[in-house]
Nanobody, 123 residues
Framework: QVQVVESGGGLVQAGGSLRLSCTAS????????MAWFRRAPGKERERVSC????????YYSNSVKGRFTISRDNAKNTLYLQMNSLKPEDTAMYYC????????????????WGQGTQVTVSS
């Protein structure tokens, strides 16, 4: 049984930093592309970042480029998202997702999802 579990969310002031983690079990982690999505209140879920199986390629949305960094440790089956210079508009539920084939933008490209971790940025 595949389990994907996020952690590291919380309340932070604007300009602050958080580091999200995602641990996946029940799958061969380095066979999967891994991504972070987020859903803000009243908005659709959007892809924030994605990293290829062996970390050679990363993708970022324009809204987080230069502020967020995605990384993974395949030996620990763990995905990370370092978030710096946080803004109130980064407030959202953040989800970790695994894709078998490619780092897609659409949610349909992803096979497994976590339950999410809440990030709240106060102004």
């Amino acid at each position: 049984q595949v389990q994907v579990v996020e952690s590291g969310g919380g309340l932070v002031q604007a300009g602050g930093s958080l580091r999200l983690s995602c641990t996946a079990s029940g799958l061969t982690f380095d066979d999967w592309h891994m991504a972070w999505f987020r859903r803000a209140p009243g908005k659709e879920r959007e892809r924030v970042s994605c990293i290829s199986r062996n970390s050679d390629t990363t993708y970022y949305s324009n809204s987080v480029k230069g502020r967020f960094t995605i990384s993974r440790d395949n030996a620990k089956n763990t995905l990370y998202l370092q978030m710096n210079s946080l803004k109130p508009e980064d407030t959202a539920m953040y989800y970790c997702a695994a894709a078998r084939s490619f780092c897609g933008v659409r949610i349909e490209a992803y096979n497994y999802w976590g339950q999410g971790t809440q990030v709240t940025v106060s102004s």
